[in-house]
């Protein structure tokens, strides 16, 4: 493989597998304000603009890191008042319960107005702040943080990189799973590393989410049930509970760092816990656990690239596409393996939809998990769904085409339906 080749799986890497506090939906909107509020001179005393249907839906009900609240407005007044734009995804880290008080202050005075628009971007906001006789307005696009246009007083002012303004990137060649699988076997580990710190952050989470009952509490609901021969205390339940005691933590506002993948917490957790879970299982060596963690996140990369960043379709169920990879790779090292799970699971998760993030997104996780194992086990003992069955065919590469085709066009209009129904309530 050649050094530009493996260049290219490092870069996707240190681009998507970034940490994250909190949701990030209500954190990029947390991130705009604050962004805006450090070119006030005051403190901020009305906010004004919209976001995007698509950032709304994954914004109004799941709690605000490090808080027990929710809610867009008060994403953003909590931003303004104690967010630090400089920190990017992990912007609400350190908010106290005075900037909480000072947020819903602002909140309950009707001086937070902020419009849900159907925009061509899924990710779009674009947040004005007024204080005394000064304004800043904050265009964010594309992606979390990335601010694509700045006004003070209503002149434009350009974005320079000692703002910390999170100037677009460029478009990366998207790979197949054989190219990341060869990839992850003939790399140098010194070059991957770094991966590592995935396992140690959302390990971190999993413990949080086990110490507190964090949201619905599907990890406890699960330990409960294993302790009563409910459920088999066996590694695929390990797997399970592992893996939502993190999203439980998450969704539920602890004040814990994940390791994100795609602009997610929840992907990057999907894609990570499940891959440590097996290798402690099989007293694998860090390498080998690098190589694993890489091959996932590459696989959830490769996957989620062919389609938009937020859609209808549930993202986790792809995330874990890549845990079946990493797990698959773990107990086998075979290709053929790997890609016979993957097929099984998109047999067996399409079409499962994304309806917000909320606490109830631990219980999709536990879901996409589950079939992550279950197909996995299926591929080592050669089962795979076959061309009849659905939308999968016998090439890996064309069945995940036809997943993200359903994503990117007919579930469009699922998205809208959804959207239409969360503002209704």
């Known amino acids: 493989m050649s050094d530009q080749t493996s260049s290219l799986f490092i870069r996707w890497l240190q681009r998507e597998v970034v940490p994250a506090l909190g949701c990030t939906e209500p954190v990029a909107i947390s ?14 005393e009305k906010i004004r603009g919209f976001i995007s249907a698509n950032l709304y839906k994954n914004a109004t009900g799941v709690t605000i890191p490090g ?47 902020i419009d849900v628009q159907d925009t061509p971007d899924f990710i779009h906001l674009d947040l004005t702040l ?7 307005r904050v265009v964010v696009k594309g992606t979390h943080t990335n601010v694509v246009e700045l006004y003070i007083n209503g002149e434009q002012q350009p974005l320079h990189a000692g703002e910390n303004s999170a100037t677009a990137q460029a478009e990366l060649p998207t790979f197949s799973l054989q190219e990341a699988y060869d990839f992850i076997i003939s790399t140098p580990v010194e070059n991957i590393t770094f991966i590592l710190e995935a396992a140690r952050l959302n390990s971190a989470l999993a413990a949080e989410g086990k110490s507190k009952k964090y949201g619905l509490n599907i990890n406890g609901t699960f330990s409960e049930a294993v302790k ?5 205390n066996d590694l695929m339940s390990e797997v399970i509970i592992n893996t939502v005691a993190a999203s439980d933590a998450r969704m539920g506002g602890a004040p814990v760092v994940a390791m994100s993948n795609f602009g997610s917490g929840n992907q990057g957790i999907a894609a990570t816990m499940p891959v440590v879970t097996v290798a402690e299982h099989l007293n694998a060596d860090e390498e080998t656990l690098a190589r694993a963690l890489a091959l996932s996140h590459l696989t959830a ?35 053929e393996t790997i890609n016979t799970a993957i097929i099984n699971m998109i047999s067996d998760v399409t079409g499962m939809i994304c309806d917000g993030a909320s606490n109830s997104c631990a219980m999709k996780v536990s879901s996409v998990v589950s079939s992550a194992f279950k197909s996995v086990l299926m591929a080592m003992q050669n ?3 076959s061309a ?23 579930m469009a209009q699922t998205d809208k339906e959804i959207i239409r129904i969360m503002v209704s309530k």
């Not at 995804?89 to 819903?104: F, N, P, R």
Request: hydrophobic content about 45%; proline content about 1%; glycine content about 8%.
């Open 383 to 385: 089962r795979c769904a």
């Open 130 to 136: 007024s204080a005394g006789d000064q304004t800043c």
């Open 388 to 410: 009849n069955d659905g939308i999968v065919c016998t090439d890996v590469e064309q069945s995940i085409n036809n997943l993200c085709r359903l994503a990117i066009k007919p």
């Open 31 to 44: 991130f705009t304000t604050a962004y805006a509020a450090k070119h006030l001179a005051i403190p901020c």
């Open 301 to 335: 990369i490769s996957i989620h690239s062919r389609y938009t960043r937020l859609s209808a379709l549930c993202a986790a169920s792809t995330a874990a596409m890549g845990a079946a990879a990493g797990m698959a790779w773990l107990f086998t090292r075979n290709i």
């Open 67 to 113: 808080t027990t609240v929710n809610g867009v407005a008060l994403a953003a007044a909590i931003g303004a008042f104690g967010g630090d734009a400089d920190k990017g995804l992990q912007t609400l880290a350190g908010i106290t319960s005075q900037h909480v008080e000072q947020a819903q202050a602002l909140v309950d005075a009707g001086h937070v107005n």
């Open 228 to 232: 009563n021969g409910l459920l088999s």
